[in-house]
């Protein structure tokens, strides 16, 4: 029986989490949260910058910015993920990404490090059925006394509510 369950939650695990293991991830933080993102999808990180507001937008797009000539939409992970909002300050971070041929910028409270994770570091996200949708969740990273939340920000950015940034910088 032990054998079985094994061999059930390892085609289970390898199927509910991509081939992250060994991979680097940028660590930010929302709140007393710390989110990770693969270290390649990451361009550069700025401090936050005066926006162009885009009217009817959803709330968590905060506006564009004009990025060496690339019109770039700004949007605040504390509004998205809606979490209590805080005035920006000196440690807020725009980490901007680059994913699917577009540019855009997120909004975090701060940026702590770049890690490797092994694939016995990482674990399956919960499955929360239909109360919260988890699709964009490539797992969790446990790191000593740390849990991250590992993000596959390519599904998040192209998730049916963030899919109008694709429309407005097409």
Known sequence: MTIVAQAYSSTRRSAAIPDVAGREFLIFTLGKEEYGIDILKVQELRGYDNVTYIANAPDFLKGVVNLRGVITPIIDMRIKFKLTATPYDQFTVVIILHFESR?????????????TLSADQIKP?????????????IGLGALDDRMLILLDIDKLMSSEEIGLVNNLTA
């Open 103 to 115: 540019t855009a910028g997120i909004v975090v409270d701060g940026v702590s490090d770049v890690i």
């Open 125 to 137: 996200p919960p499955q929360m059925g239909t109360v919260l949708k988890t699709d964009y969740l």
